[in-house]
């Protein structure tokens, strides 16, 4: 393979996946149209136009190896900037999270990676699988990225973090909003979710092992997990689902600015979180339905989860599950419950 090859045909997540030796040393080269293009690893990339417009943006997918539409919709986006159809405006980093994950189509393959960010990769029994290994890499990734925008002066950090879920839900598109530590949650942001068919937005409470926390945390970043809709198959994504989060990362990427429509509370569903189910016995069980969609809502007092010693029952009006997964490990997150706010426009 060559730089020209790569750049004619843009298979930068293909090679990454079949070659990945072709990117053990970091490489940089430019494109037709100025921009500099950076390759720090497998599924590590990013972009800077001649004169960047001041944002650096981050957009992370396949951190789960078997959500793949996000890896579609940024596959598509690399393609479009290395063959030179689509020019960058801004600084823009793409990175695809678990490759080996991808190959075998699984959710990981020896650990959850959305739990090791923050550093959570190098506590515990430390950097003992790929998927840790990986996890700081990302992190290291865009500490990098963001530094050198630092030195370039530009003044605007994002991260997207693209997930689908592994259910279907009421709301098919939604994103959590890292905890900011009593910093106002911005509504324009969610006004740039709106633009990507996400009227969904769960606030949450503390801090965690994601991705987008670490973003946001470490780097005042405006950063989310966005989930964009129900886990299927490579080349089996309705991409008709898509095109609005298409279209505005393109237009984010591509535009000095984005022009959105003002914040209208009555466009979204806004979470926050009740409760906080964690597995820690091997005989946890859910009370409902495998296929029962996020933010389905039960009666105040139903039983939402068993385990011996411990009973979980909905506490308020409104009271809805998310990501419920009762085979996670013992000790992590098998449920959320979220009831229904409102934030103040700022
Ligand atoms: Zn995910």
Redesign the pocket.
Same mark, same amino acid.
Do not use: A, L, P
């Given at each position: 393979m060559s730089k020209q090859q790569l750049i004619d045909q843009g298979q930068f997540l293909h090679l990454s996946r079949t070659q990945p030796k072709l990117f053990s040393q970091p490489q940089t080269f430019e494109l037709k149209n100025g921009t500099q293009v950076v390759i720090s690893a497998p599924g590590i990339i990013s972009f800077t136009p001649p004169q960047p417009k001041g944002k650096d943006i981050v957009l992370s997918c396949g951190? #789960?190896g078997n959500?793949t539409a996000p890896i579609e919709i940024c596959d598509d986006l690399v393609v479009a900037l290395l063959t030179g159809k689509l020019s960058a405006s801004h600084r823009v980093l793409f990175l695809f999270g678990n490759l080996p994950a991808m190959d075998i189509g699984e959710r990981f393959v020896e650990e959850n990676m959305?739990r090791l960010f923050s550093g959570a990769h190098s506590k515990g029994p430390g950097l003992v699988n790929d998927e840790r290994k990986r996890a700081k890499a990302l992190e290291d990734a865009i500490r990098h990225f963001y530094a050198e925008g630092d030195e370039l002066e530009q003044n605007y950090r994002c991260h997207y973090d693209l #997930?689908t879920a592994i259910r279907a839900s009421k709301n098919e598109k939604f994103a959590v909003y890292p905890y900011r530590h009593g910093k106002p949650w911005k509504t324009g942001q969610l006004c740039f979710l709106l633009a990507c068919g996400v009227n969904t937005i769960l606030l949450s409470n503390s801090p965690t092992t994601t991705f987008s926390y670490f973003s946001s945390n470490e780097f005042d970043a405006d950063a989310f997990t966005v989930e964009l809709g129900k886990v299927r198959p490579f080349g089996e994504n309705d991409m008709s689902r898509f095109l609005q989060v298409r279209e505005t990362l393109t237009a984010l990427i591509a535009e000095p600015e984005l022009t959105l429509p003002e914040y209208n509370e009555a466009d979204f569903h806004i979470f926050t979180i009740n409760q906080v189910i964690n597995r820690t016995k091997e005989d946890f069980r859910l009370n409902f339905d495998d296929d029962t969609p996020n933010f389905t809502d039960f009666p105040v007092g139903y039983v939402l989860a068993e385990e011996p010693g411990a009973v979980y029952k909905v506490e308020q009006q409104g009271e809805a599950i998310v990501f419920p997964n009762a085979k996670v490990a013992l000790g992590q997150r098998a449920l959320l419950t979220v009831v229904p706010t409102l934030i103040s426009a700022g």
């Open positions: 951190v #789960h959500e959305n #997930h």
